[in-house]
Antibody, heavy 118, light 108 residues
Framework: QGQLVQSGAEVKKPGASVKVSCKASGYTFTSYGVSWVRQAPGQGLEWMGWISGYNGEAEYAQRLQDRVTLTTDTSTSTAYMELRSLRSDDTAVYYC???????????WGQGTLVTVSS | VLTQSPGTLSLSPGERATLSCRASHSVSSSYLVWYQQKPGQAPRLLIYGASSRATGIPDRFTGSGSGTDFTLTISRLEPEDFAVYYCQQYAGSPPRITFGGGTKVEIK
């Protein structure tokens, strides 16, 4: 089945960057991609992008593509999401999820709360 | 854009729940997905390909629809079914995923 374990909560100031990790176990990392989804407090889900675990090819949501970078480290089976130029409205729980860029994600990380506050 | 209705559904255990997801443009059924989310938890995959239940999902959950109109039906609500439900669509070239705004199913 597999498991994704994310890094811990972060507090950042406006204008800073944050990098969240998502460590995979129980499956072959290079056989699946990883998507990133965020959820602002009390709000719905927003797709941020997807990265291939095989070759590192990434696709980004248009409205975030200038500020987000997805990467992988196959040696540690870990995916990373870096978000730059943080604003207060980036405060959210950030999730990673295993699967194809087309959705249907069965395996999710536990979520990482990122708080942006001065 | 995916529009879910109603925003909140107040029902009693044992009742039937019907949740709607309407797309602004025709969606391939292959790429219409439903998730359940409980407070403090990650979303859980319920339905993929508009009508296929994910592994371990009880048969009281049924997905249906095509084109621009999709429905998630919960035949008889169990206490653990009270949650928020999201529909999701995928469109390619460039790939993008869109979620509906969610329907909260609450205990009446």
């Amino acid at each position: 089945q597999g498991q994704l374990v994310q890094s811990g909560a972060e507090v950042k100031k406006p204008g800073a960057s944050v990098k969240v990790s998502c460590k995979a176990s129980g499956y072959t990392f290079t056989s699946y991609g990883v998507s990133w989804v965020r959820q602002a407090p009390g709000q719905g889900l927003e797709w941020m992008g997807w990265i291939s675990g095989y070759n590192g090819e990434a696709e980004y949501a248009q409205r975030l593509q200038d500020r987000v970078t997805l990467t992988t480290d196959t040696s540690t089976s870990t995916a990373y999401m870096e978000l730059r130029s943080l604003r207060s409205d980036d405060t959210a729980v950030y999730y990673c999820a295993r699967g194809a860029p087309s959705g249907s994600w069965r395996v999710w990380g536990q979520g990482t709360l990122v708080t942006v506050s001065s | 854009v995916l529009t879910q209705s109603p925003g909140t559904l107040s029902l009693s255990p044992g009742e039937r729940a019907t949740l709607s997801c309407r797309a602004s443009h025709s969606v391939s059924s292959s790429y219409l997905v439903w998730y359940q989310q409980k407070p403090g938890q990650a979303p859980r995959l319920l339905i993929y390909g508009a009508s296929s239940r994910a592994t371990g999902i009880p048969d009281r959950f049924t997905g249906s629809g095509s084109g621009t109109d999709f429905t998630l039906t919960i035949s008889r609500l169990e206490p653990e079914d009270f949650a928020v439900y999201y529909c999701q669509q995928y469109a390619g070239s460039p790939p993008r995923i869109t979620f509906g705004g969610g329907t909260k199913v609450e205990i009446k």
